[in-house]
């Protein structure tokens, strides 16, 4: 690894990088995820509590209190409503927990611009992982959950990774525009946690899209996540198979972006050690 | 691998800092100018320059170890990062071969929440290393390292010693084909430096190239063979290390002439009288100039280990005066009192012979110029020395009465360093003491000179 040649940006580089740094990338994704429990007793069991109270609550505030309905006509469980929430929050959050981090990902570890030769490119792909091993765990709960419920767990629900893959390369390429602007703008760490929520609230996490009017609904396919979230349920829940030529185009579009993020990043990284 | 035997090449590296107001500025830089340049409108910079390195060039062989010196701010830390690759150069470029292990600002790269095996991991990660290689060094850090059950403490419950312990075994155990160290050693214990030195011994020993940064000149001296002196981002000079390192010890001097000269209120120093806040008497007898010559007569400042000397005292009598004393003190920068003598001294042993040959009995007329040359070898350590000059009366011939006339401190200053491979000495001075075969101090002939 020559430090002086030139920072590359084809794709296969990135591929190149993150498998020769994978014991890195492995190390820090799981001292990442560890810190976050760091000095609790529990530790990571927090992170295997943490979603099923969640899924607890949602389904005694939504399905016993509010007596809330997702859809209209066919009868449903009493859990039906939280479990439908539930997919939409896990696949918001694996998106969103990456992208707020990610704007202070470089200014976090200033030691490793300044100080030491580093893969600078992969703490996305660190901070990408973390997200990722929050969102496997909150799935593998609702996974138990529907079994214990419904009995039973669709079998296409084993293309589920399948269908989050796409928002994962879709994110991480946000994820290296956002590490990189944000080391010569810091403004943008402010707005970029209450945009997360705006998009909570503009994904269809707390409604079908069907419940909206059929004008809007296109609309709402501009959002990144709503296309994810109703694959999602239909795997998990309504047990079907997945839009593979929507998948596949949501995958072609995620690659460019993923890409582009790529190479800004790269191009950019010479300028973080000039103002951090 | 390569035929050519270049470990590090350095080509016209200059470093710009472009100081911006605020971050965004940068990005502005970044940018605009592009638009700028596309909408055909005269580009405008949004910093303001500084220029850490301009044009230094060198190479570096493989195997070699090679010193870099100069002041605080001269860009040798820039340089070094440069090579290391954590700052790309404005202009120029550095090619360098193998694995590079830099000890910059010592465990930067650590993470304080990590404990200390879990960087040592990480580190070595990043070096290239896969987990079972490490495995296979880990034993060999840890007791290189040497910092007992802290190893599983988090990193920032260490001190600093620990901190550095733990980088520079990391650093030196990873058989680098470069390492790169800066100032780092100097935290460590006395025995923790002594095992860093022969750690890169043995790296020097195995090919190893090493590049090296230390205010102390001594250690620059005996572990490099070729060194570049930096000044204000330029190279000054560029050769072997006992060459470079005097010139840059001279630049010292001068350096520390012209501060101390600046601080001086009266600057005719040279021709007219000394006169300063450091010397003080009734100056009936003057000091006018106190100076170093060697062996040519010519005016020194700097001198070798072993060299002949001269020590020139300048005087002039503003009034009739007999029973003189002219002396002198050589201190260390720390200090020291490392030696005196005087031609008070030197008479002792004659008064009870010759008196009449003895200085003391000197007679001087007003306006009377004299000069007091004390020769000999310059037997002192490596260091820089201030002399203080001093003219008294003596009213009694062994020191028990006396009044001074002018003393001078810091009347001339002399940096002593050594030939590296020649003739070396550590402490003070060299007392002369030789190994000679079979000698008895009985036998006259058995002792030398």
Not at chain 1, 84 to 112: C, D, K, Q, W
Not at chain 2, 77 to 94: A, D, E, F, N
Not at chain 2, 278 to 283: A, I, V
Not at chain 2, 333 to 346: A, C, D, R, S
């Amino acid at each position: 690894m020559n430090p002086h040649a030139p920072a590359p940006v084809s794709p296969v580089s990135v591929l190149r990088s993150t498998w020769r740094n994978r014991e890195l990338i492995g190390q820090l994704t799981k001292r990442d995820v560890i810190g976050r429990y760091k000095g609790s007793v529990l530790g990571l069991v927090w992170s295997f509590v943490n979603p099923v109270m969640l899924l607890t609550i949602y389904t005694l505030v939504f399905s016993v209190v509010f007596k809330a309905r997702w859809g209209v006509g066919e009868p449903e469980s009493r859990s039906q409503f939280a479990i439908l929430l539930f997919v939409g929050m896990i696949v918001h959050s694996l998106f969103s927990e990456t992208l707020i981090r990610a704007p202070s990902l470089i200014l976090a570890n200033v030691s490793y611009v300044k100080k030491i030769v580093f893969p600078l490119e992969i703490l996305p792909i660190v901070a990408m992982g973390a997200s990722l091993f929050h969102a496997v765990v909150n799935m593998l709960v609702l996974c138990g959950a529907l079994v214990l419920i419904n009995g039973m767990l669709p079998w296409q629900a084993i293309f589920l990774p399948l269908v989050l893959l796409p928002l994962v390369i879709l994110s991480l390429g946000i994820a290296w525009g956002l590490a990189s602007l944000g080391v010569f703008l810091r403004d943008v760490v402010q707005p970029i946690g209450l945009l997360m929520t705006i998009l909570l609230f503009a994904s269809p996490v707390f409604y079908p899209i069907s419940a909206l009017p059929p004008a809007v609904q296109p609309w709402l396919m501009l959002n990144p996540l709503t296309f994810i979230i109703e694959q999602s349920r239909a795997v998990l829940i309504q047990g079907q198979f997945p839009n593979f030529p929507g998948l596949l185009i949501y995958s072609i579009v995620s690659l460019l972006v993923a890409w582009g993020g790529y190479v800004w990043f790269q191009k950019t990284r010479k300028g973080f050690a000039n103002v951090l | 691998m390569s035929f050519d035997d270049t470990a590090i090449s350095v080509q016209n590296i200059s470093k710009r800092y472009d100081l911006f107001g605020k971050p965004s500025d940068q990005l502005r830089q970044f940018i605009l100018p592009r638009l700028q340049r596309l909408a055909g409108i005269e580009k405008k910079n949004y910093f303001q320059e500084f220029w850490a390195l301009s044009d230094v060039s060198f190479e570096v062989k493989k195997g070699e170890s090679f010193g870099i010196v100069g002041r605080n701010g001269s860009g040798k830390s820039t340089l070094l990062q440069i090579i290391t690759g954590t700052l790309t150069p404005t202009t120029g470029s550095v090619t360098t071969r193998g694995r590079i292990a830099a000890l910059l600002e010592l465990g930067s790269g650590f993470n304080p929440d990590f404990t200390g095996r879990e960087n040592v991991y990480l580190n070595a990660a990043l070096l290239g290393f896969s987990r079972e290689q490490i495995e296979e060094r880990f034993d060999a850090i840890a007791a290189f390292a040497d910092i007992g059950q802290h190893l599983d403490q988090p990193v920032k419950s260490y001190s600093s010693g620990m901190i550095v312990r733990l980088a520079i075994a990391v650093q030196t155990q990873v058989d680098p084909d470069i390492l790169i160290v800066d100032e780092a050693l100097a935290v460590g214990d006395a025995l923790f430096q002594k095992r860093c030195y022969r750690q890169i011994d043995r790296l020097l020993d195995n090919g190893c190239t090493l590049l090296f940064v230390s205010h102390d000149q001594e250690i620059v001296r005996s572990l490099t063979t070729r060194a570049l002196f930096l000044h204000q981002g330029t190279i000054r000079n560029y050769g072997s290390s006992a060459e470079v390192l005097f010139s840059y010890r001279e630049f010292l001097q001068q350096e520390e002439e012209a501060a101390f000269r600046s601080l001086q209120k009266n600057s005719e120093v040279k021709t007219a009288s000394i006169r300063n806040d450091s010397s003080y008497g009734n100056l009936d007898v003057e000091i006018l100039s106190v100076a170093i010559f060697d062996k040519n007569d010519a005016m020194q400042a700097v001198l070798y280990a072993g060299d002949t000397m001269r020590l020139s005292i300048k005087c002039v009598s503003h009034c009739d005066i007999e029973n003189l004393n002219v002396a002198f003190r050589v201190r260390s920068k720390e200090g020291i009192k490392v030696t005196t003598w005087g031609t008070l001294n030197q008479d002792m042993p004659h008064f009870t012979v010759d008196p009449e040959s003895t200085f003391w009995h000197r007679k001087f007329k007003k306006g009377e110029f004299f000069t007091v040359d004390f020769v000999g070898t310059c037997n002192l350590a490596a260091n820089l020395y201030e002399i203080q000059a001093v003219v008294a009366v003596e009213y009694d011939q062994y020191y028990a009465n006396q009044r001074i006339l002018h003393w001078l401190d810091a009347a001339a200053h002399l940096t002593v360093v050594q030939k590296s491979r020649e003739y070396v000495f550590d402490g003070v001075c060299d007392l002369g003491l030789r190994y000679v075969p079979n000698a008895s101090l009985n036998e006259a002939s058995g002792v030398p000179q």
